[in-house]
C-alpha cells in the first residue's frame, strides 16, 4: 500500500462548480498536511495546511482532515479555468523535518 | 522577499557524468530539502540539510549527495549519471521548525 494515495483523474468539472480532491494515507502518525497546486511545466505551489481534525477554509479553498479514517480532502468552490492543475497531497510523519510524503497527485481540469 | 532559486534551469548530460545543482533557499530560511519528480514516481524525497548537516536522506542510492553551506545555499550532486536520473529535481526551503516547503523552479535534468 502507498503511504499517500490519491485519485490520478483526471477531474473534470464545468466552471462555478465544487471541485473535490481526496487523498487518503497509511501512517497512523502522521501530523501535518498540504495541499500544493503544480501547473504544468511548474513547481509545486503550497496552496492549504491543515494540521487538526476539521474544515479549515481559505479563499475559495476547503481542507478537511479526518485523523481517525486518515482522510484529508481539498475542496475548491466556484472552480475557474485558471485552477486546472495537478493537485498534490503531502504528508508529514512526526520528527521527520522536512520530508514529506507525496502523493503521485489529481489533474483537475475546470471547463468553461 | 525573493523565493527558493535554482540553478541552472535546465541540464542535458551522458550517462556517466556527473552533475551539480545549486539552490538557494528564500531569505532567513535554513532548512533545504531536495525532491526528485518523475511522471513515473511522483516527487520522492532526496535529502534535507539544516545548519550545514544532513538532518534526513531517503531511499536513493549513494550517488546522490549534497552539501550546505555556511549561508544556506545547497548544492546537490549525482555521480555516474544513469538513464533514470532523468527527471525534474526541486529544491525547498522552510523556516525553522515549520514543515510549510516553498519550491524553487527546479532543473530539468536529460541524461542521454
Known amino acids: 500500500q502507498k503511504e499517500v494515495e490519491q485519485n490520478s483523474g483526471p477531474l473534470s468539472v464545468p466552471e462555478g462548480a465544487i471541485a473535490s480532491l481526496n487523498c487518503t494515507y497509511s501512517?497512523?502518525?502522521?501530523?501535518?498536511f498540504f495541499w500544493y497546486r503544480q501547473y504544468s511545466g511548474k513547481s509545486p505551489e503550497l496552496i492549504m495546511s491543515?494540521?487538526?481534525?476539521g474544515d479549515k477554509e481559505d479563499g475559495r479553498f476547503t481542507a478537511q482532515l479526518n485523523k481517525a479514517s486518515q482522510y484529508v480532502s481539498l475542496l475548491i468552490r466556484d472552480s475557474q479555468p485558471s485552477d486546472s492543475a495537478t493537485y498534490l497531497c503531502a504528508v508529514n510523519i512526526y520528527n521527520q523535518g522536512g520530508k514529506l510524503i507525496f502523493g503521485q497527485g489529481t489533474e483537475l481540469s475546470v471547463k468553461p | 522577499k525573493a523565493g527558493v532559486t535554482q540553478t541552472p534551469r535546465y541540464l542535458i548530460k551522458t550517462r556517466g557524468q556527473q552533475v551539480t545543482l545549486s539552490c538557494s533557499p528564500i531569505s532567513g530560511h535554513r532548512s533545504v530539502s531536495w525532491y526528485q519528480q518523475t511522471p513515473g514516481q511522483g516527487l520522492q524525497f532526496l535529502f534535507e540539510?539544516?545548519?550545514?548537516?544532513?538532518?534526513n536522506k531517503g531511499n536513493f542510492p549513494g550517488r546522490f549527495s549534497g552539501r550546505q553551506f555556511s549561508n544556506s545555499r545547497s548544492e546537490m550532486n549525482v555521480s555516474t549519471l544513469e538513464l533514470g536520473d532523468s527527471a525534474l529535481y526541486l529544491c525547498?526551503?522552510?523556516?525553522?521548525?515549520?514543515?510549510?516547503?516553498?519550491f524553487g523552479s527546479g532543473t530539468q535534468l536529460s541524461v542521454l
Open positions: 525547498a526551503s522552510r523556516q525553522g521548525s515549520n514543515e510549510k516547503l516553498f
Open positions: 501512517d497512523r502518525v502522521s501530523q501535518s
Open positions: 540539510y539544516f545548519s550545514e548537516t544532513q538532518r
Open positions: 491543515i494540521y487538526s481534525n
